[in-house]
């Protein structure tokens, strides 16, 4: 079994909707047949005895070693603890290699068990053993250490119910939510509105308290300190029991709570030094610690916290019940877990001194034995859900708190008796604010119920109803694509949004080119969702791309499909046929909104026309016959077509009805152009699905001008001594077929001379470069043959003869020459041409061809 090919599939994919690892697994013959092996599923399953029934996706398909792996792989991840449920293999047209596909839930996870699922069943095969547990541990310790913690997590999961998309931007829990203009960001409990000036002041615990206490909110008493004798000091002045704390730090770290001699004072302040160079000594509140978590101008949870500590059962010895306390699964290392383990540390066993224990004492029965003096969750406190205790006044005193300090998410702790009576009335105070704060003892705490504090979080920072999403349109096919986006952005454009677009041509965001290229894949639309001054985007959606990562959004708006012609790359990536590339195309249309999402289709072709059994949305059908049955059924059904009617594309829905003049569309050349006429019905279906008023989608038509700048290489016109020049970068039969068409429907002068420069990708099957020259054998005088900057795998010359050999029977072409070099080629066109001639060129190199032929239109 060998595996030639493994890739992450990021994004809604040719498979399904879900994230997934996709590998290429070559068999050998006796692999292809699981039976073939003798023992190998009962020593399989010897190893792993959770592993699914073996058996194949599609029913008459045969168990092979591929099949193996994929239920291996799936089935480790599950008893990981991973929440995976799809797995698929598919045979491809070669023997004994198969498509093997994995959901996972984090990709590092998913690659670690598929390399663990190809030792199992190498295992298996040689009858060697497989540690089970370890390879289970391995994938638990990687989940836990990619995967978003509680915090991060809980804020993820309330986005993911208002189906508000997200976009992890870092390892950690750093987190986007929503595209373009609407974007905003989080880490952990920490968003892009927290000021960094109030973090500074929940950091600076002295200000805060001076800040507080002006606010009205009760603080205890104290000052900050710069010796050990400092300490002892501000201690004496307080007259009562005091706590010792670094000023600026966080989680409990070096807090000591209660003290009352000067060795104990002085002990505490060195351990606080070390943590901060500025430290605090103030008046300790006799009571319980709690937790006060503030979002906005409400207070969403409360909890009560307790040190850590184990009760005695006159039996166990104190180390033995930290054991047994940290043996309970919720408790781990880190913010992973809901409950973090006791650390046995020197910490600990300086507490329990304090009480005259030591780690091998027997406490009695029922004894309290606590191990720290601070409260904190992550030394392995526990918590206590108070939340609907809380008296609406001292609801108001930790509200008051956190907008004074000027936090939108802060943890106000406050310790009192308790929380059912007013701060004043008890002597209670607030000792600190808290930015960023842990959301664990909220979401799970040790007693009481969950509150959903991710939920407040989310609804803090987006309306109600609010999904943070812009415009999308999605546009696919294989002719048509790039100017049909190029129109809908202009639509858009017209009614005042800043348009990000891709294209085979770059990345653009208004009328900025941002990138060049080819960016037509899923990474250049996830950098126009990332991008901040988009409001609405239109992405232009190529088959290589879906196959190599999937989809680079999870739903769109829109999806629009043009046509799906038979040169348009068979052949690669086993995608063979074109049953098999119309499947890769409808992915988009699989994905547009349930309901409020519409498909814009080519009713002309039919298996465009077939996809609408797949929108979970409504559909909008093209086509320039309003009498072509899909139309005629569809209209019958009272939904909406747009036609072509004399010199109009008309937009009927029901009883409605709305005509654009052709001549009020550049771009169809006042009808002449029938692609083009094509492309503006599906750029006007676009806008009306996006509910666009009509004098917008009309100015967006009208303001699209189909030059050299506004659309590079999509028949550029140009003149040359009084000849006509058109640049295309038309690149296979379906495409040349229509250039043709377009150009006999131009008007022409009696003794009009046709000459075309053409060369051909070599990663094109050999009928489709043999059928591009038979059409243009028929209806050009002259052809100029050249080869293309890359072969993609062809030996020289190879396009050349393939090319030459579809002119053998061209019945109008006599004058055929080969040229070496682009630029050369259109060089040697352009010296044959007169007055009233026309020379189609198709491009290669979009950019540098185009300079090319306005200098030389500019030297003329």
């Known amino acids: 079994m060998d595996v030639s090919r493994i890739r992450a599939l990021r994004g809604p994919n040719l498979w399904s909707r879900h994230t997934a690892i996709e590998a290429i697994i070559s068999c050998s013959e006796t692999e292809r047949v699981i039976n073939s092996l003798p023992g190998f599923e009962a020593r399989l399953r010897e190893r792993f005895p959770e592993i699914a029934l073996l058996q194949p996706t599609v029913s008459d398909d045969i168990v092979s070693m591929a099949h193996a792996l994929e239920f291996a792989t799936l089935g480790l991840q599950a008893q990981a603890g991973c929440p995976v449920t799809f797995s698929r293999t598919a045979q491809t047209l070669e023997p004994g290699v198969y498509q093997v596909v994995v959901e996972y839930s984090e990709e590092a996870v998913g690659r670690l068990a598929f390399e663990l699922a190809q ?158 160079d500025e430290v605090l000594v103030e008046r300790y509140l006799p009571g319980y610690d709690y937790r006060i978590l503030v979002v906005g101008n409400k207070l969403v949870a409360a909890a009560r916290r307790e040190p850590p500590l184990v009760i005695g059962d006159g039996v166990h010895s104190v180390r033995q019940l930290v054991e047994q306390v940290n043996s309970d699964p919720r408790r781990g290392v880190g913010h992973a877990n809901s409950l973090t383990r006791i650390s046995f540390d020197d910490i600990a066993l300086a507490r329990l001194a304090e009480d005259g224990l030591t780690a091998d004492s027997i406490p009695a029965r029922g004894m309290r034995v606590v191990l720290r003096n601070n409260a904190n969750l992550s030394t392995g406190g526990t918590a206590t859900d108070v939340t609907d205790d809380v008296h609406p006044e001292f609801a108001a005193r930790a509200i008051a708190a956190a907008q004074m300090v000027g936090l939108d998410i802060a943890g106000v702790d406050i310790v009192c008796k308790n929380v059912l009576r007013p701060l004043e009335e008890q002597g209670g105070g607030v000792v600190e604010l808290n930015a960023a704060p842990g959301l664990r003892m909220h979401l799970q705490p040790s007693f009481g119920k969950g509150r959903a504090v991710g939920e407040a979080i989310i609804a803090n920072m987006f309306a109600a109803g609010d999904d943070a999403r812009i415009p999308l349109v999605a546009v696919a096919g294989t ?103 119309a499947v890769v195309k409808r992915v988009i249309v699989q994905n547009v909104k349930a309901e409020s999402g519409v498909a814009v289709l080519n009713a002309a072709d039919p298996m465009v026309a077939r996809m609408a059994d797949s929108c979970p949305g409504k559909v909008t059908f093209f086509a320039c016959d309003r009498n072509h049955p899909v139309m005629a059924m569809h209209r019958a059904r009272g939904r909406r077509i747009i036609y072509l009617d004399g010199d109009s594309i ?132 002259q052809v100029v043959l050249y080869q293309d900057m890359c072969q993609r795998g062809r030996a020289d010359g190879e396009v050349l003869a393939l090319l030459q050999l579809g002119l053998k029977n061209a019945r109008r072409t006599s004058d055929i020459k080969e040229i070496h070099g682009e630029f050369l080629a259109i060089d040697t066109a352009l010296a044959d041409l007169k007055p009233g001639d026309l020379c189609l060129i198709l491009i290669d190199q979009i950019e540098e061809a185009l300079e090319h032929i306005a200098r030389r239109v500019a030297e003329a």
């Open 119 to 276: 030792t199992l069943c190498q295992s298996a095969i040689a009858d060697q053993p497989f540690d089970l547990a370890d390879a289970l541990r391995r994938l638990r310790e990687l989940d836990e250490e990619v995967r978003l913690g509680p915090s991060t997590g809980s804020i993820v999961y309330a986005a993911t119910a208002r189906k508000i998309p997200y976009r992890r931007l870092t390892e950690g829990s750093m987190v986007q939510f929503g595209w373009g203009s609407k974007q905003r960001r989080i880490q952990a409990a920490e968003t892009d509105r927290t000021s960094a000036v109030a973090e500074s002041i929940a950091q600076d615990k002295e200000l805060t308290k001076r800040l507080l206490n002006a606010a009205g909110v009760p603080v205890p008493s104290g000052r900050p300190v710069n010796s050990s004798a400092d300490a002892w000091a501000a201690a004496q002045e307080i007259g009562s029991s005091v706590v010792v704390k670094p000023q600026d730090g966080n989680q409990g770290k070096g807090v000591a709570v209660n003290l009352t001699t000067r060795e104990q004072v002085e002990a505490a302040y060195e351990v606080a030094f070390k943590i901060s």
């Open 479 to 581: 002719n048509g694509k790039t100017t049909t986006v190029r129109l809908i952005a202009s639509i858009l454009a017209s009614k005042g949004l800043r348009v990000g677009m891709t294209t085979t041509d770059g990345v653009y965001i208004g009328n900025r080119r941002i990138d060049t290229g080819d960016c037509s894949g899923p990474k250049s639309a996830k950098n126009v969702l990332f991008h901040p001054d988009v409001d609405a985007a239109v992405l232009e959606t190529a088959r290589g791309g879906v196959l190599r990562e999937g989809l680079g959004f999870d739903r769109c708006d829109v999806a629009v499909v043009t046509n799906i012609g038979s040169g348009d790359h068979l052949g690669l990536s086993y995608i063979s046929t074109v049953e098999d590339l």
């Open 650 to 781: 008309v937009a009927s829905e029901g009883g409605f009805e709305q005509r654009i003049l052709l001549a009020e569309i550049p771009v169809t050349a006042n009808g002449a152009i029938g692609f083009q006429i094509e492309n503006a019905m599906a750029a006007t279906g676009a806008g009306w699905a996006l509910g666009l008023d009509w004098d917008v989608i009309r100015s967006g038509l009208a303001g699209f001008v189909n030059d050299a700048q506004s659309a590079p290489g999509r028949f550029n016109l140009f003149n040359y001594r009084g000849a006509t020049l058109i640049a295309d970068y038309g690149h296979n039969p379906d495409a040349i077929q229509a250039l043709v068409n377009a150009i006999d429907n131009m008007p022409a002068t009696a003794n009009c001379r046709r000459s075309v420069v053409i060369s051909g990708a070599g990663d094109r099957r050999d009928e489709d470069l043999r059928q591009q020259t038979e059409i243009l054998g028929d209806a050009f005088d």
